[in-house]
Each structure stands twice: as structure tokens, then as C-alpha cells.
């Protein structure tokens, strides 16, 4: 049974195009950003819906002709980082999400964002 929803929330993003129709420019604002009401910048954004009775997914890849390729690879990693924990929380299938955490953290290393540790010698 469905619980009652007590209150909605609006998220709105704005996407400034060019002659190219390439964005030039990504907003958002949300009625529940504590920072305000304001639109704020940013350079990327994936929206990823998943409809209810086709059982199929939706999704927005957008970014910036600014956006430079360390910063994507850093977005990126962030994405994987932060799919692998939503996979975690939602399933509770630990072997996988440690899988999935193994190729961020070989993404991270490959694209510099994380860096190899060396091992203490003894």
C-alpha cells in the first residue's frame, strides 16, 4: 500500500543552447535547495528515469562546450562512485557493489583521480 504523499517538490533545469544546439549553458533550482531559491550553474548533468510500466529507462546525458575532459573523467568517476553506492543501499548485494567499487577505483587510477598509494616498507 502506497503511503500519502504530504509534500511535492519541483526541480527545474534550464539548458541554454547555441547555433549548434550544443549547451552553452546548464542551470537548476529546487524548492528545497537550502542555498535558495536561485538557479545554479553547472558544466554536466545525467537524468536517469526508469518508467513504471514499460520497465525501461529514460536518460539525459548533458554538458557544457566548457567542459574539459579531466573534468569529465572526474564526473564520471563521481557517477560510478555514486551508482555503485545507490546498487549497494537498494539491494544489499555486497558482492557485487565490491565488484563494481574494483572498476571505480581501476577507472579513478586510470584517469589520475586517484592515486596509486605505495605500500609502507617495513
Known amino acids: 500500500m502506497k503511503k500519502q504523499i504530504v ?3 519541483k526541480i ?3 539548458i541554454g543552447l547555441n547555433e549548434d544546439k550544443h549547451p552553452e ?3 537548476w533550482k529546487s ?3 537550502p542555498e535558495g531559491q536561485n538557479y545554479t550553474e553547472c558544466k554536466a548533468m545525467m537524468l536517469v528515469l526508469f518508467d513504471k510500466e514499460y520497465k525501461d529507462t529514460f536518460k539525459i546525458d548533458l554538458w ?3 567542459m574539459q575532459v579531466v573534468e569529465m573523467d572526474r ?3 563521481q557517477h560510478l562512485k555514486s551508482l555503485t553506492d545507490t546498487y549497494f543501499r537498494a539491494t ?3 558482492k557485487l557493489a565490491s565488484e563494481m567499487q574494483m572498476f571505480v577505483d581501476y577507472f579513478g587510477k586510470e584517469t589520475g583521480i586517484l592515486q596509486d598509494v ?3 616498507q617495513l
Open 7 to 9: 509534500k511535492k517538490s
Open 12 to 14: 527545474e533545469i534550464e
Open 25 to 27: 549553458s546548464i542551470h
Open 31 to 33: 524548492d528545497d535547495n
Open 64 to 66: 557544457t562546450t566548457e
Open 75 to 77: 564526473f564520471i568517476f
Open 92 to 94: 544489499g548485494n555486497n
Open 118 to 120: 605505495e605500500e609502507p
